[in-house]
C-alpha cells in the first residue's frame, strides 16, 4: 500500500475491524459507540477469512516511518501487523498480492514508472483511490495482466463509518474473488457499493468530498446553538447526534430525506420557521452546486497522468 492519508485511513479502520470482530464474523460495536452500527454494509459468513493478515505501508520519507508505527501500534496489538518503509515501494509490491494506490494522483506517475513495477504487478489486484485517475489511464503504467480497480473511499473509515464506491469489475476468472476481497476490505469500514466508472467524478465530489462539506453545516449549527446561549460541547453533540440520526434513517428501506423533514415540520411551529430561514439563503441550490462544482475539478485531477 502507497499509504497517504487515505491510505492511513483505511488501514487504521481495517485494524479496528480486526480487533473488533467477534467470533461470529459479526463486527463488535466499536469503543465510541454505544448503539448497534446502522451503516455497515452486510458481509457474508467466510468474510473475515478475506480480510488481509498482513500488511506493507509504504512512504517517500524515513521520517514518516516512525509517525505511522506510532499511529497504528496506538490502535492495538494487531498494530504490529502493519511494516511501514520508505522508498521500497516495488519490493513491496513483489511481496504482495493486492496493492492499495493510496498517494496524491500528480505523484502516481512516477510510483508506476519506478524500475521493476510493472514487472513486480504482473496478475495482481490493484486498487486505485486516486481521484480523477481513470482505470485506462493506470492500465497505461502497468502489467497487461495487472487487474486494475478504481475505489472512492472517504475518511470516516477511519471509524468504520465509511462509504466507499468501487468501479465495476469485468467478468473474469479472477472477478468473483477480486470483487469478494475488495468487498469485504471496504465493508470492514463501512459502506460499499459498485458503480460504473463513469460515475466516479461525482462519488467523488458527494460522499469523498462530502464529509467537509457536511462539517461545514455542522459547525454552522454549532455555532446557532452557541448563540443562543448552549456551551459549545453540548452544542456539538448535539448538532452531530442530530445529523447522524437524520442519515441513518433517510437510509432505512423506502424512507426519503423529504418525508423525515416533512415529519418533523407541525403547523405554525419552530422547524417550518427555520426552514424558510435556510429556503431564503438559497441552501438547496449552493449545496447542489457546490457538488457539482468539486465533480467539474475531479475530472480535472487526472490530467497529470497522461
Not at 82 to 92: D, M, Q
Not at 214 to 238: H, I, N, Q
Amino acid at each position: 500500500m502507497r499509504c497517504g492519508t487515505m491510505g492511513v485511513a483505511i488501514l487504521s479502520g481495517t485494524l479496528e475491524s480486526l480487533q473488533s470482530t467477534k467470533p461470529s464474523g459479526e463486527p463488535a460495536p466499536s469503543k465510541w459507540e454505544t448503539h448497534t452500527p446502522g451503516t455497515t454494509t452486510p458481509r457474508g459468513d467466510d468474510a473475515t477469512s478475506l480480510l488481509p493478515s498482513r500488511f506493507l505501508a509504504c512512504v517517500n520519507r524515513e521520517e514518516r516511518i516512525r509517525a505511522l508505527q506510532k499511529t497504528f501500534l496506538s490502535l492495538g496489538p494487531l498494530g504490529s501487523l502493519v511494516e511501514v518503509s520508505a522508498g521500497k515501494n516495488v519490493e513491496a509490491v513483489q511481496q504482495a498480492d493486492v496493492i492499495l494506490l493510496c498517494c496524491k494522483p500528480q505523484h502516481a506517475r512516477i510510483i508506476l514508472n519506478e524500475s521493476g513495477m510493472p514487472e513486480a504487478l504482473e496478475g495482481k489486484l490493484l486498487i486505485s483511490i486516486l481521484a480523477g485517475v481513470t482505470i485506462t489511464q493506470l492500465k497505461s503504467f502497468v502489467n497487461p495482466t495487472t487487474r486494475v480497480v478504481r475505489a472512492m473511499p472517504n475518511t470516516p473509515c477511519k471509524i468504520r463509518e465509511g462509504m466507499t464506491v468501487v468501479s465495476t469489475i469485468p467478468s473474469s476468472l479472477e472477478a468473483s474473488r477480486d470483487q469478494a476481497i475488495i468487498f469485504t476490505i471496504f465493508s470492514s469500514i463501512g459502506r460499499c457499493t459498485f458503480l460504473d466508472e463513469k460515475h466516479f467524478d461525482a462519488c467523488t465530489a458527494l460522499s469523498g468530498s462530502g464529509p467537509a462539506f457536511v462539517c461545514v453545516f455542522l459547525e454552522a449549527m454549532v455555532d446557532g446553538g452557541v448563540m443562543m446561549g448552549l456551551p459549545r460541547a453540548e452544542a456539538l453533540e448535539l448538532a452531530a447526534q442530530s445529523l447522524q440520526g437524520a442519515a441513518r434513517m433517510a437510509l432505512q428501506p423506502g424512507a426519503h430525506p423529504a418525508q423525515i423533514k416533512d415529519a418533523v415540520t407541525t403547523p405554525g411551529g419552530c422547524t417550518i420557521a427555520g426552514l424558510l430561514t435556510l429556503e431564503d439563503g438559497r441552501v438547496r441550490s449552493t449545496i447542489a452546486r457546490t457538488i457539482q462544482a468539486a465533480t467539474e475539478r475531479a475530472s480535472q485531477l487526472g490530467q497529470s497522468m497522461n
